[in-house]
């Protein structure tokens, strides 16, 4: 039924730029939170940002003044725009959202996951 749909990771130098995207698409009455994580070699699922529907947006203190989320509830899309990458942004990153399904039942959803380098 419900799909997150990630794409833009790729590989790049650090202080250069990435957006990533995702998009729910299914059987969806709503959408509450969305958000980023990522998890790098031999780490553990850290959060990166999250964004309520009505646009308040939280950052982890390593990516604040760097990253940015944003949303857009009539496409159900949820981005992350990453500015002056540095290598240990390197990781394999999730969209996540808490989405309500009919008639009445939330859950939380992830996407594949897509892959950002940062490398010289």
């Known amino acids: 039924q419900v799909q997150l749909v990630e794409s833009g990771g790729g590989l790049v130098q650090p202080g250069e730029s990435l957006r990533l995207s995702c998009a729910a698409s299914g059987s969806i009455f709503s959408i509450n939170v969305m958000g980023w994580y990522r998890q790098a070699p031999g780490k553990e699922r850290e959060l990166v940002a999250t964004?309520?529907?009505?646009?308040?947006?939280n950052y982890a203190d390593s990516v604040k003044g760097r990253f940015t989320i944003s949303r857009d509830n009539a496409k159900k899309t949820v981005w992350l725009q990453m500015n002056s990458l540095k290598p240990e942004d390197t990781a394999i990153y999730y969209c996540?959202?808490?989405?309500?399904?009919?008639?009445?039942?939330?859950?939380?959803?992830w996407g594949r996951g897509t892959q950002v380098t940062v490398s010289s």
């Open positions: 996540n959202a808490d989405i309500e399904t009919p008639p009445m039942a939330w859950s939380s959803y």
């Open positions: 964004i309520t529907s009505g646009g308040s947006a």
